[in-house]
């Protein structure tokens, strides 16, 4: 499943954000490419330890954790502290699988790669090119949003970013693990929790529908326990 969870930063938040980030120190991005991914992968990222990554990193955290829609479709366990990249100049980054392991900085805590984000700092109409295309099953999904939304998608999925080719592409992408490992379960979770959402909004007052509501809430909890792993 692909999501965008729109308004994770607010117009204020992104400006402040993009003020930092466009005066920090960006260093070559392949410092930190895989083996594999080392050969396609053409940009810059704010290096381990900058200053404006965390203290932006810590501004997404905080909003996402406060973010009923990304909290219901992420359902999170663990979340790596968010990483920051910049595209320009014919900068693009080849199609690739994101690791699946990878180690939270500075401890020896690993995480299981489940969902893959990205956050835009920089406005569509700021740049051409540098859109993230997504294959899944469905085929290939292009993904360029307004800044402040963010795309979730399943860390599963071989994705690009297409060449920049006017302006600068700024985002934020990072990896959680989520609660429910399998994507379709994931999924089933999600649609679930939505209907029971609409269903207690449509049908206030009526009855049938709110035993119906408690119901449905229960079986939703009852296959979280099923399924969680912590
Ligand atoms: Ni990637």
Redesign the pocket.
């Known amino acids: 499943m692909l999501i965008t969870i729109p308004e994770v930063l607010t117009a204020e938040q992104v400006a402040q954000a993009r003020q930092m980030l466009d005066a920090a120190e960006w260093v070559d991005g392949r410092s930190t490419a895989g083996y594999q991914s080392v050969k396609s992968k053409d940009n810059l990222q704010l290096p381990d330890g900058s200053p404006a990554a965390r203290e932006v990193g810590e501004m997404i955290l905080a909003a996402l954790s406060k973010n009923p829609l990304f909290l219901a479709a992420a359902l999170p366990l663990r979340i790596l502290p968010p990483m920051f990249n910049r595209y320009s100049g014919g900068q693009s980054f080849g199609t690739?699988v994101?690791n699946a392991i990878r180690q939270i900085p500075g401890t020896q805590q690993r995480i299981r790669t489940d969902l893959?984000a990205t956050l835009f700092f920089a406005a569509p109409e700021e740049y051409d090119g540098g859109e993230l295309r997504v294959e899944d099953t469905y085929g290939v999904k292009s993904v360029k949003l307004p800044a402040g939304h963010m795309v979730l998608y399943p860390s599963t999925s071989l994705?690009h970013v297409t060449p920049v080719t006017r302006g600068a592409r700024v985002c934020s992408f990072f990896w959680l693990q989520s609660m429910i490992r399998d994507d379709g379960q994931r999924s089933l979770l999600f649609d679930l929790d939505l209907s029971i959402q609409r269903l207690a909004r449509d049908l206030k007052g009526n009855l049938v529908a709110e035993q119906t509501g408690v119901q449905l809430t229960g079986v939703y909890h009852n296959l979280l326990r099923q399924w969680a792993e912590m």
Do not use: K
């Open positions: 690739h994101d893959s994705h």
